[in-house]
T-cell receptor
Framework: GQQLNQSPQSMFIQEGEDVSMNCTSS?????WLWYKQDPGEGPVLLIA?????ELTSNGRLTAQFGITRKDSFLNISASIPSDVGIYFC???????????????FGQGTILTVHP | GAVVSQHPSWVICKSGTSVKIECRSL??????MFWYRQFPKQSLMLMAT?????????EQGVEKDKFLINHASLTLSTLTVTSAHPEDSSFYIC??????????FGSGTQLSVL
């Protein structure tokens, strides 16, 4: 199926550094979501974005829904060791059509934080 | 937040046997649930959409007779991997959609077929 273009694929950073990752798509989405997945676990929702241009924060996390509705970014400030994991962006169509409710996932960004 | 329980967490089975994985929404009703498959270090790939009281909708390339989905109630969907083979070994994850249309994921099932 269709995938979003997520970058970078992996990041190795020092504790305390800021992190930025983004997703782009050739298709428009109504909703952008950011998830974190720990090994052997299902994804956990971090931030949900519902409007183009929307900027939302959740603690040290900040995400934005691109104006064109074809992209989104996630920033993590002052990283800590427990931020380690795989981060996925996901786009969702929320109004009509056969794709209603389905998520299209990015390839994931593997984050490693060195103490 | 809403809780989705997936069981079992891991299963090892012999080639040729069938395995059933359950996905339950514990504190909300889910008319729609989704089943994903994930290989190591890869993204989640949608296999099928499970609708309560009707037939599941499968994504292109996913064998309906291989991956049987039943969504008999508003809180339970099951995925049965029939006649499992080693190439079916993977991490299977379900998600359930609540009334606000948010999706919540189960903790996944690691299937290993010997």
């Amino acid at each position: 199926g269709q995938q979003l273009n997520q970058s970078p694929q992996s990041m190795f950073i020092q504790e305390g550094e800021d992190v930025s990752m983004n997703c782009t798509s050739s298709s428009i989405f109504n909703t952008w979501l950011w998830y974190k997945q720990d090994p052997g676990e299902g994804p956990v929702l971090l931030i949900a974005l519902y409007k183009a241009g929307e900027l939302t924060s959740n603690g040290r996390l900040t995400a934005q829904f691109g104006i064109t509705r074809k992209d989104s970014f996630l920033n993590i400030s002052a990283s800590i060791p427990s931020d380690v994991g795989i981060y996925f962006c996901a786009g969702q169509l929320r109004a009509g059509g056969t794709s209603y409710g389905k998520l299209t996932f990015g390839q994931g960004t593997i984050l490693t934080v060195h103490p | 937040g809403a809780v989705v329980s997936q069981h079992p967490s891991w299963v090892i089975c012999k080639s040729g046997t069938s395995v059933k994985i359950e996905c339950r929404s514990l504190d909300f009703q889910a008319t729609t649930m989704f089943w994903y498959r994930q290989f190591p270090k890869q993204s989640l790939m949608l296999m099928a959409t499970s609708n309560e009281g009707s037939k599941a909708t499968y994504e292109q390339g996913v064998e309906k007779d291989k991956f049987l989905i039943n969504h008999a109630s508003l809180t339970l969907s099951t995925l049965t991997v029939t006649s499992a083979h080693p190439e079916d070994s993977s991490f299977y994850i379900c998600s359930a959609r609540d009334r606000s249309e948010k999706l919540f994921f189960g903790s996944g099932t690691q299937l290993s077929v010997l």
